[in-house]
């Protein structure tokens, strides 16, 4: 087996000790918005839920099972998004996740998981809106 | 090999060097006296076939073999493919059916998918949710061209003990040629191939506290299984495995052996009781699971799967720490999901979520208990961040 320390980037391993952004949104009033994605037979499941306030993400948290990657890659994002104009959500996708996670092919199915999660809680604003 | 703070639970995969072997290895490259080839009539050739001899002798007092019964092999995945693939082989046209479970060790799986090339028959065992083979399974199974069954003794993965002794005494009374692949119990628990039925036996040094690369395969001399070989030269171990041999790993076997065979008294049932303090230890990391029966089982092993918990992840917390293997990667380098635990009736989920801890010779209290504690951490840590629900459904 390869190293554990040698499997992961720097970015992942950092991500993975810290899980900024774990958990759930203060219940502090303000427009909340969730979505989630799940493939299993991949191993991967993540939740993320915003506060947004305006056009800016005021907040957002995430819940993950999954590879250290898949937990990563919910960590980003979450963090990408906090403060961060609405726009800024549509040009997150999981090839760009990959690449700044530096993370192996076959772990694209699982960070694809990540991305319909987000995807997921697009869409979920634009029906409450 | 881990380092100070890390606790080594990997012994189903290798067990640490013995020092004592390392050194008595050491001594045996050093000196002088000990370097010709042990195969050469000369008077140096001799001495290290003297050498040769006496490590034969340790090798075989643990399995209670005659010397002359034990070949040298590379390791257990050979000694595995020279008696599968050799004795049925060996067998002629009109013995081509093969009995064997599906939760063998890669070896012996790969050893009979290959006989499947070459046109024989194989019948799969299935396990109960327990991982035992039952001896009645076999019976079953067995046909008028049954040429040869092959089991594993000790499960590497869940540690189900298989009773080779009824096996090997159906295989006797039916005629047919029974190999066990004991690598996981030799050294571990008692094992004697003077058992009625016992044809051929496979083994290693390196889960026993010898070195990696050596190995034994038990041939009974009488009746003698015919076997074909699998390589060729210069006739080399009675004609099947060609190939000088390496003395200082003989050496080392040898003593490994030994060591081992002292400590068989009482050894597994302090690695029992170890194990039992692990899995009480872990108990507030509940809702979890013991993958494979209690009992019987190898002393060592424990594999325990923590509902919600996905084992990369899990492994990756401990790294450094806690030196183990996870379900998901149980199957050698291939980082597939574990075809034991899939055949155990375990979901892709719950073969995530399982992790095999494996003890042996120098594990302390204080090692178990620190084990435990990281692992309760490091369940809680990763179940802290689950999203609703997926608790009771990754299990």
């Known amino acids: 087996m390869i190293p554990v320390t040698t499997r992961y980037s720097k970015t992942v391993r950092t991500l993975f000790r810290e899980l900024a952004g774990a958990g759930d949104l203060a219940a502090d009033g303000g427009k909340a918005v969730s979505g989630e994605a799940a493939a299993l037979d991949r191993g991967a499941w993540v939740r993320f839920a915003a506060r947004i306030e305006g056009e800016r993400f005021a907040d957002c948290r995430f819940r993950a099972f999954g590879c250290p990657h898949t937990l990563a890659a919910a960590s980003l994002v979450a963090g990408r998004l906090r403060g961060a104009p609405l726009a800024a959500a549509y040009s997150i996708d999981a090839a760009g996740i990959a690449r700044e996670l530096e993370a192996p092919a076959e772990k694209m199915g699982r960070l694809l998981v990540v991305e319909d999660a987000l995807r997921a809680l697009l869409a979920e604003f634009g029906r409450v809106q | 090999m881990p380092g100070e703070e890390a606790v080594y639970l990997d012994y189903a995969a290798a067990a640490p060097l013995d020092p004592r072997v390392a050194a008595a290895m050491a001594a045996c490259l050093a000196d002088p006296a ?88 194989v019948s799969w065992l299935a396990p109960g949710r327990d991982g035992l083979i039952e001896v009645e399974q076999v019976a079953a199974a067995l046909r008028a061209d049954t040429a040869l069954v092959t089991l594993m003794h000790a499960n590497n993965e869940i540690g189900a003990v298989t009773d080779i002794s009824a096996v090997a005494r159906l295989c006797e009374a039916r005629g047919i040629v029974f190999h066990a692949d004991a690598a996981q119990s030799v050294g571990r628990m008692p094992v004697d191939v003077a058992l009625p039925g016992i044809a051929l036996l496979s083994f290693c040094a390196h889960k026993l506290g010898g070195p990696k690369g050596i190995g034994a395969l038990y041939v009974r001399r009488r009746p003698r299984p015919a076997i074909q070989p699998l390589q060729f030269g210069g006739g080399h171990e009675r004609g099947l495995r060609s190939g000088t041999l390496a003395l200082h790993q003989l050496v080392g076997f040898g003593l490994a052996c030994e060591l081992a065979g002292a400590a068989l008294a009482e050894e597994p049932a302090q690695v029992r009781s170890l194990r039992e303090r692990l899995w009480q230890a872990l108990q507030p990391a509940a809702p979890l699971w013991r993958n494979g029966a209690a009992d019987p089982s190898a002393p060592g092993i424990l594999n325990v799967g923590f509902a919600g918990i996905e084992g990369e992840s899990l492994l990756f917390e401990l790294d450094g720490a806690l030196h183990t293997t996870s379900g998901a990667a149980c199957s050698s380098a291939t980082g597939e999901p574990s075809y034991v635990l899939r055949a155990l009736g375990l979901s892709d989920e719950a073969i995530q979520a399982s992790l095999r801890l494996s003890l042996g010779r120098g594990i302390t209290v204080a090692d178990v208990d620190r084990a435990a504690a990281m692992l309760v951490q490091a369940v809680a840590r990763l179940r802290a961040v689950l999203p609703a629900g997926a608790l009771e459904r990754i299990a």
Do not use: M, W
């Open chain 2, 34 to 121: 000990l370097q010709a080839n042990p195969a050469s009539t000369h008077a140096a050739g001799q001495a290290a076939a003297e050498r040769v001899g006496a490590a034969r002798a340790q090798v075989a007092r643990l399995v209670n073999a005659e010397p002359e019964a034990i070949v040298f092999t590379s390791g257990a995945t050979e000694s595995v493919n020279l008696a599968v693939l050799g004795a049925v082989r060996a067998a002629g046209k009109d013995r081509r059916h093969v009995v064997t479970s599906r939760i063998e060790h890669r070896a012996g799986v790969a050893a009979c998918r290959q006989l499947e090339r070459e046109g024989h028959a």
